[in-house]
């Protein structure tokens, strides 16, 4: 099982979707990145995520509540939503500021 699931991780950049944006304009868009930094999370390199995506750390505990929530309401689930869905769009647009400068 671990040998097969190794396998899976390592052959999966086989199987990623290329930048749209990429081959028809020539630069990244701001989602460039989050395939490769989820890769490198399954892999475990936390600290190669962050340096491909820095927002995958926000968006992952976000859409994990969004799905938690459609099943078991949760009372303070709005609130955390709002807050974690402004800290996501605020790190995309500053990681993709930051690309360009």
Do not use: H
Not at 16 to 31: A, N, S
Not at 76 to 89: A, D, E, H, R
């Amino acid at each position: 099982m671990k040998f097969q699931l190794t396998t899976f991780l390592l052959g999966i950049e086989d199987y990623m979707l290329p930048c749209l944006t990429k081959q028809l304009w020539g630069f990244d868009c701001p989602g460039c990145g989050l395939q490769r930094s989820l890769a490198f999370l399954l892999k475990g390199d936390f600290s190669g995520a962050f340096e491909m995506y820095p927002a995958i750390f926000a968006l992952i505990p976000l859409f994990a509540l969004v799905i938690l929530d459609n099943f078991f309401k949760i009372n303070i689930s709005n609130k955390i939503i709002v807050l974690l869905s402004i800290i996501s769009v605020a790190m995309v647009l500053g990681s993709y500021i930051l690309k360009f400068l």
